[in-house]
Structure formats: C-alpha cells, structure tokens
C-alpha cells in the first residue's frame, strides 16, 4: 500500500497542484516546484528495504522473526530521537498553531484511520489486515507536501504553509500510542479465557493467510520448511 501510493503521488500532487491548488496559487510570484527527484528516492527507499524484508521472511522465516524482534526496540529509539528532535528544530512552526490548525491536523490521520479500518471491516477482512489497512490509509508522507509548500509558495507564505503539515504529523502518532498502551495493559491485565481465545482464533487466520486450510485436517502448501514451520505454530496452538 505505501509502494502504491508512493507511486500514485507521482501522478496526483500535480493533478491536485494543477485543479484545487489552482485556488490557493494565484498571481505571478507563484511558481509551481514538482519534487519528482525527492518522490523517486523516497520510491527507491521504500522498495528496497521492502523487497529485502519480503524476501527474507518468504526464504528464512525464523531469520524473519529474529531480525523483528531486533529491530523493534531500534525503531522506537529513532522514532523517539526524530520527534524529540524534530520539534526542537522547528520549534518556531509550532509557535503558529491555532485551534482550527490543531483540529485540522488531527482530523486527517485520524478520519484516515477510522475510514481505512471501516472499509476494510466491511470488506470481512482479517482483524491483523484491518489494522495494517488503518494505518497505511491514516499515515501520510509529510516530507513530500512540505517540500512542495517551500518551493512552490514565497517567503514567507511556504513556512505558513507548512504549518498544517506540521499539526497533522504531529498528531498521527496519538491513536497509536493509544492503541499500543490499550494492548499492552489487556495483555498484562486481563488474561483471562476470552483473550485467549480471541488470539488462537486470529493466529488461525494468518495460518490460513499463509496457505493452512484448517477441515479437522491441515492441507498446507509450501516447501518442507514452510510446513515446519506451519507445524511448530499448530503445535503452539
């Protein structure tokens, strides 16, 4: 989903620069900057990583679990060290927040959230794909439109412009957060039958994701590693 949208950008902020954005950049100071060189790095540095993982979770998933578990830890530090650091450096965006900003900037990710999570639960998908179809629809590239508003607008309307940019980045992380805290204190704190039974029924369906059909006997499909695999989580189930 992020490929495609990456891709997709390529395509649609100029149609949006050129149909809507033709209402905000009127008169001759405006001159309309398209970054393709910027999107096209930002496509090379997402399918390579991304072709990278996939292929080792398809040839080595063990070493898949393994480099997971390895990174996550890695991840909330650079996260943490980006925002910090990131507000820090721009604090003077922040000095510019109105009330309709702030609102505007949560209103993005978070109605991307709910409408991401809304189709796809009416789409009978799997809870795990509900939750990765939320966030890839709620989260949006903020590198791009900033660096579209500081070329196309003048001084000092691209640092104005920005601003809203900067709300919406700022509260996308909240309803994760959120939920991540939610998941954690029910792991720790409510254990009881339901939860459990709740988490065998949705490993079931990412077994059946990866190829088991599960009619009192398993039919799995895949090489003999797969089917190890496959087995050590029926087993733990």
Do not use: H
Request: charged content about 15%; aromatic content about 8%; glycine content about 8%.
């Amino acid at each position: 989903m992020t490929l495609i949208s990456t891709v997709a950008s390529l395509g649609m902020i100029p149609l949006w620069l050129f149909t809507l954005g033709q209402l905000y950049l009127q008169g001759p100071d405006y001159k309309i900057v398209i970054p393709y060189q910027n999107i096209l790095i930002s496509l090379v540095s997402i399918m390579v990583p991304v072709s990278v993982g996939v292929a080792i979770r398809y040839k080595k998933p063990e070493l898949a679990k393994k480099i997971g578990k390895l990174i996550k830890p890695i991840m909330v530090i650079i996260i943490l060290c980006i925002f910090s650091f990131g507000i820090y450096a721009n604090l003077y965006i922040f000095q510019m927040f109105t009330p309709k900003t702030l609102a505007a900037g949560a209103m993005l990710p978070w109605v991307g959230f709910t409408l991401g999570a809304a189709v796809a639960a009416i789409l009978r998908q799997p809870r795990y794909r509900i939750i990765t179809i939320a966030i890839e629809t709620g989260i949006q590239n903020i590198g791009v439109p900033m660096l579209v508003l500081k070329f196309t607008l003048p001084p000092p309307l691209g640092d104005l412009g920005i601003v809203a940019v900067a709300a919406a980045a700022t509260f996308t992380p909240l309803p994760l957060w959120i939920g991540i805290a939610v998941m954690a204190i029910k792991k720790r704190c409510c254990k009881d039958e339901k939860y459990e039974q709740a988490k065998q029924e949705e490993e079931m369906e990412n077994l059946k994701s990866d190829g088991v059909v599960l009619n009192g006997n398993s039919n799995v499909k895949g090489s003999g590693q797969d089917k190890e695999v496959v087995s050590d989580k029926l087993s733990a189930i």
